[in-house]
């Protein structure tokens, strides 16, 4: 009643315009503008839209959220996102079909408001999709991920455990300290009982020792933590690792892409090695093998 009489009026912040800010801060100035002018329409509708519901707009923004981070360093504005750069990042997503939707609602939203020149979801589906096939990482590539992650002990380990192991983000943010065996050198994330190579028991060896140092009383059961997990027994988010990762020129999927095509050349591109060595699909470790022999036949026609 006393709001209706304007006795009170709220001042307090928004949760969801706060929530923007620390989560899209680091996002180009031009990115985040046209990020702005798609959230105010899901927010609040047009004359012909409808104003989504608050969860429904979290929801989209936490889909999008990863393939802003993983491309926040080759856009200054989203004109610039190409149909190959959202086939490339969608064929590895978990919730493929849910992020399609969320890029498709910001892409129609962007060139509605003509804020875009072409739209490139067009065409592309959340089912199946003409998969690009995998690429190994430049030299350039590899040097400033790994000069980055001699820097922070908890991207280090991320390094190690996609860039050498091939595990995906959200095995590696759901690895327990009980899969781990540094003395007995073995890596055991989710019944894939392997050995561990002296780059990541380095790694893992440090960020432990750092972990002790900065939250000496947790007892959080997970590998990796941070300080709004380590005094709860919760794995760390989708925000925390995309933040992590933000500033390197390649995202996790794509470091996983690189050691299993690595591993695809060095093993004469056979599938069901592939298959055993990192639990793939038939499918998926087809598309390594073909990405492989194309790049052996490629290496061979070089004078």
Known sequence: MFEELDVFLDDRPDALDAWCDE?????????????DVWIAILRHGTTRRRPRARATVITNLRSILPFLTEYA?????????????????LVDRPHRAYDASALRS??????????VFANPMRGVKG???????????????VESVARAASQDPALRVVVALSGVHALPARQIRAMLLEQVDLPGRRLDPGCLNRP???YTAEAIGEYLAYRQRRWPNSTNPHLLVSRNTATTTTAVGTFWMDRLVKDLPVGVDRLRQDRILEEALASGADPLHLAHVFSLGAKT????TTAASVSSAEHESLP
């Not at 910001?106 to 804020?115: C, I, S």
């Not at 470790?285 to 390594?288: Q, V």
């Open 23 to 35: 989560h899209l801060s680091f996002l180009a100035s031009d990115v985040r503008a046209e990020l």
């Open 285 to 288: 470790s087809l598309r390594y």
């Open 127 to 141: 089912g199946k999709l003409a998969i690009k096939i995998p690429a190994s990482l430049t030299a350039d590539e």
């Open 196 to 198: 561990l190579d002296d």
């Open 106 to 115: 910001l892409f129609g939203t962007l060139k509605a408001e003509r804020l």
């Open 73 to 89: 360093g080759k856009y200054t504005t989203l004109r610039q996102v190409t149909r190959d750069d959202i086939i490339s990042w």
